[in-house]
């Protein structure tokens, strides 16, 4: 699926151009509310990359991380200078009743195919409701200030790569990056495998994005 409006800054695809200023900055970026400074991902979160994302994370065969993290590292421009990678922390709660963190090993896969370092130093603050089924309002309001870095002299000054699976309304992200900033971390450049299409958000569709949502 293709999008034809693209916000400059962290790639969020717009039906049209009418939410994009004249620099091509979204409200969000031009509000200087996104805790990343750009992302990417290797494609649209629909058909088999979709299945493939659910298969990995769902049914944890921990074998598919390796080929995930190779479309990580292609959806990565080259141009992108990068210190270290930092995978969105999961809670620990999840953790225990899934018994896998995808994310986490998506980054480790990454850190080897790479040979940057992965720094697991974000940490939660307190137990996210998880993202599924909000709206962006909710969403960004379920995640904001609910990580840290509690060790902020491993990122400051650094420009840091932040992974997860599937970006939906980038509020993750955005509260990830924004831990990092507050650490002293220079740049972050968040990556996802795959992209939510924001068009299916519309109120009407908001059964059928529910029953497809997986990410934050
Ligand atoms: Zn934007």
Redesign the pocket.
Known sequence: MAADHF?Q??R?PFANAFPLDENG??P??RRGM?GYDAAYSYGFYDGNLARLIQIYKYSAISTLAQPLSSLLSLALPRSERIDAIVPVPMHWFRRWTRGFDQTRLLAEELSKRTGLPCLRVLSRTRRGTPQAGLSDRERRKNVANSFAVPDAARVRGKNILIIDDVLTTGATASACGLALKKAGARRVTAITVARADRRFYAPELTGRARSTSVGS
């Open positions: 916000c800054a962290c969020t900055l979204c969000l970026c996104r």
